[in-house]
T-cell receptor, first 112, second 114 residues
């Protein structure tokens, strides 16, 4: 699986937007970009995914660079509940291999 | 909202003993997975299961591990002879075949091998 690079940690003030970056310079044409998060003492949780176009859902937005070598997860208004480790994962969804290979992710701290 | 459940929440066992970790995936899901997370480390894929057989497994999933779907609702992970290094949080996950991009994870079972 292609590798991703994320900052180890980030901080944000509550109710401000957060931009979590991810670099994936070796992404292949069939790799989807998935974001999961892991709240303290919980299992991972799906956040969003995309291929080429920017995506929005109720939790977040995903901005994908035109060359697909990087992406940014955007939380529009951080809340204390958003404090978690955020994982950017590449997965070739067309092969039927649904396994997720987690990296070390970005630990987001939300400051009240 | 439907959720994946796991039992027990915490299991303590002695080295060399067999353990079975249990999971109840979401009812209409057809893909099932086990992952583990050693304390302070990243989440690691162990095995995926579909149509009553293993789809893929990692190199961690050796002969000491097995999975089973004994009935229409449970999905189990068995470790035949536990080692100290098997101590970890074990997460079960499941996904809908039409939305396989979204895996739903359970709360985990913390396995402590002494």
């Amino acid at each position: 699986d292609a590798k991703t690079t994320q900052p180890n940690s980030m901080e944000s003030n509550e109710e401000e937007p957060v931009h979590l970056p991810c670099n994936h310079s070796t992404i292949s044409g069939t790799d989807y970009i998935h974001w999961y998060r892991q709240l303290p003492s919980q299992g991972p949780e799906y956040v969003i995914h995309g291929l080429t176009s920017n995506v929005n859902n109720r939790m977040a937005s995903l901005a994908i660079a035109e060359d697909r070598k990087s992406s940014t997860l955007i939380l529009h208004r951080a809340t204390l509940r958003d404090a978690a480790v955020y994982y950017c994962i590449l997965r070739d969804d067309q092969t039927g291999a649904n396994n997720l290979f987690f990296g070390t992710g970005t630990r987001l701290t939300v400051i009240p | 909202e439907p959720e994946v459940t796991q039992t027990p929440s915490h299991q303590v066992t002695q080295m060399g003993q067999e353990v079975i970790l249990r999971c109840v995936p979401i009812s209409n899901h057809l893909y099932f997975y086990w992952y583990r997370q050693i304390l302070g480390q990243k989440v690691e894929f162990l095995v995926s299961f579909y149509n009553n057989e293993i789809s893929e497994k990692s190199e961690i999933f050796d002969d000491q591990f097995s999975v089973e779907r004994p009935d229409g609702s449970n999905f189990t992970l068995k470790i035949r002879s536990t080692k100290l290094e098997d101590s970890a949080m074990y997460f079960c996950a499941s996904s809908d075949p039409y939305r396989s991009y979204e895996q739903y994870f359970g709360p985990g079972t913390r396995l402590t091998v002494t």
